[in-house]
């Protein structure tokens, strides 16, 4: 089995595009989305208060 590698080489030893998508890098020009957000902090504020 091949070592899985990080980001970037979206091109074959041919120079063909491979068949599937790198999400190595975010990419989206519109951000995280605020749900996203809103979940994210909802459940570090819970880890966190848990911790006390």
């Given at each position: ?11 074959d ?20 989305p ?19």
């Open positions: 089995m091949k070592p899985f590698e990080h980001g970037g080489r979206v091109y030893a041919d120079g063909r595009q491979k068949n599937w998508l790198d999400f190595s890098a975010n990419i989206n020009p519109l951000g995280m605020s749900t996203v957000r809103t979940a994210l902090t909802r459940s570090l504020d819970a880890k966190l208060l848990s911790e006390e």
